[in-house]
C-alpha cells in the first residue's frame, strides 16, 4: 500500500507519494493531465538539471544565494543544491519525473517537477526531510532568476543539440556506406529509368553517388539548422523583459552552461523574439523531415532495384535478413527497407505536429514547447537508429546482378537516343519503335536497316560507352 506526505501549495493540501522526491506542484499536474503515458524523454531531464546548475552556479557567483538576507542560503547548503541539480543531469532521478508531456503549457509543471526534485535531495543531503523545503525552497532558491517560459526551452534547445549529433553522424556513415558502393559499381552499366520507363543508360555506381551526396548534404542541413539553438532566452524570464532575474545574470548563466557543457552558447539577441517565436525549433525539424524524404526515396529505389528475384527489375541484390512470407516458402523480403520507411513516415508525422506548435504562438509567448521537443527528440533518436540498420543490415551487403544489369542495359530501346545526332529524332524514334514491336534491339534493328553496320553499331550502340559521364569530376560522392 502507498504511503503518503501532505504537502501544501497555494491553492491548498495535496497527497503525494511519502518517497517521491517531487511535491504538490507535480502531484497536481499527474492528476491532472493523465493523457498518454509518455513522460519527458531523459535527455531533456538531464538537461533540465544542467540548466538548473547553470543557473544556480550563477545566481551563487552573483552573491543572490548567499549572504545575508531572508532566504539566503549557507555555502554548504548552495553545494547541495549544486549536487542535487548534478545528479539530476546524471540522470539518477529519471523515474522522479512522472508529468505527462500534454500538461500546461510552456512546461509549468516540469519545471516545477525539476524544481521540486532538486530542492528534496538538496535537503536530504543537508538531513532534511522530503516535502518540508527548509532550507532549499522550489521556488525561492532553485528556480531564483528563472521562470518556466526561459527554462523549458532553453532545456529543449540544450538536450536538442545533445541528441543531434546521433543522427549528423547516422547520415554521414550512411553516405560513405553508399559512396562505398559507389565506388564498388562504379564500371556497371545498367539502363536508366525516367517517369519509371526505359531510359538511357547510367552506371549503377554513379546512381549511388547520387543516395551518397544526399545523404551527405542532408547531414550539413542538420548540422546547420543545430546551430541556431545556441542562442537562448535564459535570463529573460517571464516575457522576455528579466523581471526577477539580475543584473549581468543572461551572460552569466550563458557562460556557466556553455563551461558546463562545451557548447558556444550565447544569450538572445532579442530577448521578446525567442520567447514569442520557436521558429529555430522548426528550421531544425524541418532539416530532420527533409533527411527523412531522402531516405524515403533513397529505401524506395534499393527496394525496386531489388525486385524481384525473378519478376521484378533484380539489378541489385539485398543481404537476406529474415523470411518474408508466412505462406510463401523462399520469398524475401526488403525488411530493412520497408522499417526504414515507416520510420521516415513517423517522422514527416513528428514534423507536422512541430509546426503546429511553432506556429501556434500567441502574443508574447509561444506554450507548445512540451510538445514540439517531444516529437523533435523521438524524430532524431529513431531516425538516427533506423538509419544504423538501414547502413548495417542492407546497404553494406548489397551485391550487383551484373548479368541482369547488362541484359537491360543492352535490350533498353532508349539506346536510339544516341543516333538522333545523325538520323534526327523521328527515325530514331521509328527505330526504338520496331525494336519494341519486334522484340529486337536497337543494334539489330539499324544493322537490318543498314543505318549502320556491324562494326559501327557494336561502337556507337554500346552502353557502357554512352553511360560514362560527360564530366566525371563533377559527381564524385
Same mark, same amino acid.
Given at each position: 500500500?502507498?504511503?503518503?506526505?501532505?504537502?501544501?501549495?497555494?491553492?491548498?493540501?495535496?497527497?503525494?507519494?511519502?518517497?517521491?522526491?517531487?511535491?504538490?506542484?507535480?502531484?497536481?499536474?499527474?492528476?491532472?493531465?493523465?493523457?498518454?503515458?509518455?513522460?519527458?524523454? +531523459?535527455? =531533456?531531464?538531464? *538537461? /533540465?538539471? %544542467?540548466?538548473?546548475? #547553470?543557473?544556480?552556479?550563477?545566481?551563487?557567483?552573483? &552573491?543572490? $544565494?548567499?549572504?545575508?538576507?531572508?532566504?539566503?542560503?549557507?555555502?554548504?547548503?548552495?553545494?547541495?543544491?549544486?549536487?542535487?541539480?548534478?545528479?539530476?543531469?546524471?540522470?539518477?532521478?529519471?523515474?522522479?519525473?512522472?508529468?505527462?508531456?500534454?500538461?500546461?503549457?510552456?512546461?509549468?509543471?516540469?519545471?516545477?517537477?525539476?524544481?521540486?526534485?532538486?530542492?528534496?535531495?538538496?535537503?536530504?543531503?543537508?538531513?532534511?526531510?522530503?516535502?518540508?523545503?527548509?532550507?532549499?525552497?522550489?521556488?525561492?532558491?532553485?528556480?531564483?532568476?528563472?521562470?518556466?517560459?526561459?527554462?523549458?526551452?532553453?532545456?529543449?534547445?540544450?538536450?536538442?543539440?545533445?541528441?543531434? +549529433?546521433? =543522427?549528423?553522424? *547516422? /547520415?554521414? %556513415?550512411?553516405?560513405? #556506406?553508399?559512396?562505398?558502393?559507389?565506388?564498388?559499381? &562504379?564500371? $556497371?552499366?545498367?539502363?536508366?529509368?525516367?517517369?519509371?520507363?526505359?531510359?538511357?543508360?547510367?552506371?549503377?555506381?554513379?546512381?549511388?553517388?547520387?543516395?551518397?551526396?544526399?545523404?551527405?548534404?542532408?547531414?550539413?542541413?542538420?548540422?546547420?539548422?543545430?546551430?541556431?539553438?545556441?542562442?537562448?532566452?535564459?535570463?529573460?524570464?517571464?516575457?522576455?523583459?528579466?523581471?526577477?532575474?539580475?543584473?549581468?545574470?543572461?551572460?552569466?548563466?550563458?557562460?556557466?552552461?556553455?563551461?558546463?557543457?562545451?557548447?558556444?552558447?550565447?544569450?538572445?539577441?532579442?530577448?521578446?523574439?525567442?520567447?514569442?517565436?520557436?521558429?529555430?525549433?522548426?528550421?531544425?525539424?524541418?532539416?530532420?523531415?527533409?533527411?527523412?524524404?531522402?531516405?524515403?526515396?533513397?529505401?524506395?529505389?534499393?527496394?525496386?532495384?531489388?525486385?524481384?528475384?525473378?519478376?521484378?527489375?533484380?539489378?541489385?541484390?539485398?543481404?537476406?535478413?529474415?523470411?518474408?512470407?508466412?505462406?510463401?516458402?523462399?520469398?524475401?523480403?526488403?525488411?530493412?527497407?520497408?522499417?526504414?520507411?515507416?520510420?521516415?513516415?513517423?517522422?514527416?508525422?513528428?514534423?507536422?505536429?512541430?509546426?503546429?506548435?511553432?506556429?501556434?504562438?500567441?502574443?508574447?509567448?509561444?506554450?507548445?514547447?512540451?510538445?514540439?521537443?517531444?516529437?523533435?527528440?523521438?524524430?532524431?533518436?529513431?531516425?538516427?537508429?533506423?538509419?544504423?540498420?538501414?547502413?548495417?543490415?542492407?546497404?553494406?551487403?548489397?551485391?550487383?546482378?551484373?548479368?541482369?544489369?547488362?541484359?537491360?542495359?543492352?535490350?533498353?530501346?532508349?539506346?536510339?537516343?544516341?543516333?538522333?545526332?545523325?538520323?534526327?529524332?523521328?527515325?530514331?524514334?521509328?527505330?526504338?519503335?520496331?525494336?519494341?514491336?519486334?522484340?529486337?534491339?536497337?543494334?539489330?534493328?539499324?544493322?537490318?536497316?543498314?543505318?549502320?553496320?556491324?562494326?559501327?553499331?557494336?561502337?556507337?550502340?554500346?552502353?557502357?560507352?554512352?553511360?560514362?559521364?560527360?564530366?566525371?569530376?563533377?559527381?564524385?560522392?
Amino acid at each position: 500500500m502507498t504511503e503518503y506526505r501532505i504537502e501544501k501549495d497555494s491553492m491548498g493540501e495535496v497527497r503525494v507519494p511519502a518517497q517521491a522526491y517531487y511535491g504538490a506542484q507535480t502531484q497536481r499536474a499527474v492528476e491532472n493531465f493523465p493523457i498518454s503515458g509518455w513522460t519527458l524523454p +531523459p535527455p =531533456l531531464i538531464h *538537461a /533540465l538539471g %544542467l540548466v538548473k546548475l #547553470a543557473c544556480a552556479t550563477a545566481n551563487r557567483d552573483l &552573491g543572490k $544565494l548567499t549572504g545575508s538576507g531572508k532566504n539566503r542560503l549557507t555555502e554548504a547548503q548552495v553545494q547541495a543544491l549544486l549536487t542535487a541539480c548534478r545528479e539530476v543531469a546524471e540522470g539518477k532521478f529519471d523515474d522522479q519525473f512522472p508529468v505527462d508531456v500534454f500538461q500546461t503549457g510552456s512546461g509549468t509543471s516540469s519545471n516545477m517537477n525539476a524544481n521540486e526534485v532538486i530542492a528534496n535531495r538538496a535537503n536530504e543531503i543537508l538531513g532534511g526531510r522530503r516535502g518540508e523545503y527548509r532550507p532549499v525552497h522550489p521556488n525561492d532558491h532553485v528556480n531564483l532568476g528563472q521562470s518556466s517560459n526561459d527554462v523549458i526551452p532553453t532545456a529543449s534547445r540544450l538536450a536538442l543539440l545533445r541528441a543531434t +549529433p546521433r =543522427l549528423v553522424e *547516422a /547520415l554521414r %556513415l550512411l553516405g560513405e #556506406a553508399l559512396c562505398r558502393k559507389a565506388q564498388e559499381f &562504379g564500371n $556497371l552499366t545498367k539502363t536508366g529509368r525516367t517517369h519509371l520507363q526505359d531510359a538511357v543508360p547510367i552506371r549503377l555506381g554513379d546512381e549511388f553517388s547520387g543516395y551518397a551526396s544526399a545523404m551527405r548534404r542532408a547531414a550539413e542541413r542538420v548540422a546547420e539548422a543545430r546551430r541556431a539553438l545556441t542562442e537562448l532566452n535564459l535570463g529573460a524570464t517571464a516575457l522576455g523583459t528579466g523581471i526577477n532575474a539580475f543584473p549581468g545574470y543572461r551572460a552569466q548563466v550563458a557562460a556557466e552552461l556553455s563551461a558546463i557543457t562545451g557548447f558556444e552558447l550565447r544569450p538572445a539577441h532579442n530577448t521578446f523574439e525567442i520567447t514569442q517565436s520557436h521558429a529555430d525549433f522548426a528550421h531544425l525539424s524541418g532539416a530532420i523531415r527533409n533527411a527523412a524524404l531522402e531516405v524515403i526515396r533513397i529505401a524506395n529505389d534499393i527496394r525496386l532495384l531489388g525486385s524481384g528475384p525473378r519478376a521484378g527489375l533484380g539489378e541489385i541484390v539485398l543481404p537476406p535478413v529474415q523470411p518474408g512470407s508466412s505462406i510463401m516458402p523462399g520469398k524475401v523480403n526488403p525488411s530493412i527497407a520497408e522499417m526504414v520507411n515507416m520510420v521516415a513516415f513517423q517522422v514527416v508525422g513528428y514534423d507536422h505536429a512541430v509546426s503546429l506548435g511553432v506556429q501556434a504562438g500567441q502574443l508574447d509567448l509561444n506554450v507548445m514547447t512540451p510538445l514540439i521537443v517531444y516529437n523533435l527528440l523521438w524524430a532524431n533518436d529513431i531516425l538516427a537508429n533506423a538509419l544504423t540498420v538501414f547502413r548495417t543490415r542492407c546497404i553494406e551487403g548489397i551485391q550487383a546482378n551484373e548479368r541482369r544489369l547488362s541484359e537491360l542495359a543492352h535490350g533498353s530501346i532508349a539506346l536510339a537516343t544516341i543516333l538522333t545526332p545523325q538520323i534526327g529524332y523521328l527515325r530514331a524514334a521509328e527505330i526504338a519503335k520496331k525494336a519494341w514491336e519486334t522484340g529486337k534491339t536497337v543494334r539489330e534493328v539499324v544493322v537490318e536497316e543498314g543505318i549502320l553496320s556491324e562494326a559501327e553499331a557494336a561502337e556507337i550502340l554500346d552502353p557502357v560507352r554512352m553511360a560514362l559521364p560527360q564530366d566525371p569530376d563533377a559527381n564524385r560522392c
